[in-house]
């Protein structure tokens, strides 16, 4: 959540066409391509395809647009991840690009069917040399290089885990571990290290820790009701009613590893020290109920996992982030930031990269990183409501700025909002929090002018549930929404015609 100043800004000249989409007409079928001419997307009316599953009909459309796409066989070259069903009845079939059997890295497609009525493919394609297809190191091996990479010693949060992938780099597929590390330290880390199956050397890597009925009194003074739990005669910051799993915030003690029970003997919580809880757990459960009354999905995995908040983390630390378990939020120097718990924006901005994670899973890098970081402050904007600057209500005098990021004035913040001002870098990911900046930009000017955030959000969210894959670019942001809003109100509508134009004006196409 840190705001990045922007050292240079380094200007590309982005050159593409146009498109329009009718999803209504006969023989439209269209392939689009992003600015260096890759495929991704194949839509149109493709034509019927059989099959009692929606796997089967999924790798039957695949057939259809191989030639699009560049693979010889769908069933040699894909298989399935997951199927879902939207409430207008189309099926969305995501599948992995493989190299003899084994998933290629963020490589995915998305079949959109009706009952056999192939709407279009979402995704990509990319003719790989695989560099072997048997791994000489072993996953124990991998794993302990990957951690050694992080340079961290001390307990993980959760036990380290591989997979075996393909990974691109240029036109090789090289065989990797993919390993997961996730640890809390004064430098948190939720890593993503591809560790080569080969030799052991690391071959890529990413950290994606980015940088909320008792009664009880917040961080700005407001008073908020909420669900507890008592238990042998003591209150504890933990909510069993909404689902399955537990919405419950605890306690860091202002460490980085030990966690600790939130508690109180009458079920007010007004001191202080509690005020930072009050608010990530009251914003925890706010969040939820927007996803749940809005979209229907029970927790950022739709299937009720628990919503865990971790308050006083370290000391003095001004940051908020999602490390893949845990909400965690520092107090702030209190000289350029209060508690990072007391932003509304924030908590939504936090459990949305959790739903992301769950649905196109966009990876923490370059374009497909900074739509992660813009999709959660699309979703903060739209929950809280009332303005367009991000963590308004955490920043201090000393600090400048009012809030982090501009949605409506991006350059105001230094960050870009057009693809003329593009930054490339390999700082922070990719520049995933400066580029955001641009889809921030078309979100802003989407939802002003249909003057709706929360149409602007179902949209955005429906594009990352259905449309959207693991390495989207801005280009195939642009249609997955557009898909979105010709699915939810026609591709004839004003409000397509209105995110057509929003993309448009921050050089999108």
């Known amino acids: 959540m840190n705001k990045k100043m922007i050292a240079t800004l380094v200007l590309t000249s982005v050159v593409a066409t146009a498109f329009t989409m009718n999803a209504g007409a006969a023989n439209?079928?269209?392939?689009?391509?992003?600015?260096k001419g890759a495929v991704h997307?194949?839509?149109?009316?493709?034509?019927?395809?059989a099959g009692a599953t929606a796997e089967e009909r999924a790798f039957n459309a695949l057939e259809k647009v191989k030639g699009d796409f560049g693979f010889a066989s769908a069933k040699d070259s894909f298989k399935l991840k997951q199927s879902h069903k939207d409430e207008s009845g189309t099926t969305h079939t995501k599948l992995d690009q493989t190299i003899a059997g084994i998933?290629?890295?963020?490589?995915?497609?998305?079949?959109?069917?009706?009952?056999g009525d192939v709407a279009g493919v979402s995704g990509s394609f990319k003719k790989l040399k695989a560099n072997t297809k048997k791994a000489a190191l072993t996953e124990v091996a991998a794993i302990d290089k990957a951690v050694a990479f992080t340079g961290f010693t001390g307990e993980l949060s959760e036990a380290a885990a591989a997979e075996l992938v393909f990974l691109p780099v240029g036109d090789q597929a090289v065989l990797t571990y993919k390993v997961g590390v996730t640890y809390l330290s004064d430098a948190p880390g939720n890593w993503t290290v591809f560790v080569n199956a080969v030799d052991g050397s690391i071959v890529n890597s990413f950290n994606a820790v980015e940088g909320a009925t008792g009664t009880g009194v917040g961080t700005l003074g407001d008073t908020k009701s909420f669900g507890t739990t008592l238990?042998?005669?003591?209150?504890?910051?933990?909510?069993?009613?909404?689902?399955t799993g537990l919405i419950r915030t605890r306690d860091m003690k202002n460490r980085t590893s030990s966690i600790y029970p939130m508690t109180d003997s009458d079920n007010v919580w007004n001191t202080s020290y509690q005020a930072a809880a009050v608010d990530a757990h009251y914003y925890a459960t706010y969040v939820f109920d927007y996803y749940k009354n809005n979209y229907n999905r029970i927790s950022v995995d739709n299937k009720g996992k628990a919503l865990e908040s971790l308050v006083h983390?370290?000391?003095?630390?001004?940051?908020?982030?999602?490390?893949?378990?845990?909400?965690v939020y520092g107090d702030g120097d209190g000289v350029n930031f209060r508690s990072f718990s007391a932003g509304l924006d924030v908590i939504a901005h936090e459990l949305t990269h959790g739903v992301t994670e769950f649905t196109s899973g966009l990876v923490y890098q370059d374009q497909s990183g900074a739509l992660n970081e813009s999709w959660s402050d699309a979703m903060g904007a739209a929950i809280e409501g009332n303005n367009w600057l991000m963590g308004e209500d955490l920043t201090l005098p000393a600090y400048g700025y009012v809030g982090f990021r501009s949605m409506s004035d991006p350059n105001s913040y230094g960050d870009p909002a057009h693809m003329s001002q593009y930054v490339n870098t390999t700082n922070d990911n990719g520049g995933v929090h400066t580029n955001s900046g641009i889809p921030n930009k078309a979100f802003y000017n989407f939802a002003t002018a249909i003057g709706s955030r929360s149409i602007a959000a179902k949209i955005w969210y429906t594009a990352s549930r259905?449309?959207?894959?693991?390495?989207?670019?801005f280009s195939g942001a642009r249609a997955a929404t557009l898909q979105a809003a010709a699915a939810l109100y026609g591709s004839g509508s004003s409000t397509y015609s209105a995110l057509a134009n929003a993309w448009s004006a921050v050089g999108v196409y």
């Open 313 to 327: 983390y370290g000391r003095n630390y001004n940051n908020a982030f999602w490390n893949g378990t845990y909400m």
């Open 466 to 473: 259905d449309y959207m894959t693991a390495n989207t670019n």
């Open 103 to 115: 998933p290629v890295f963020a490589s995915q497609v998305i079949v959109h069917e009706a009952d």
């Open 231 to 243: 238990s042998g005669g003591t209150y504890y910051l933990e909510d069993p009613t909404k689902m």
């Open 28 to 35: 439209d079928k269209q392939v689009l391509k992003d600015e």
């Open 41 to 49: 997307n194949v839509v149109g009316k493709l034509g019927k395809v």
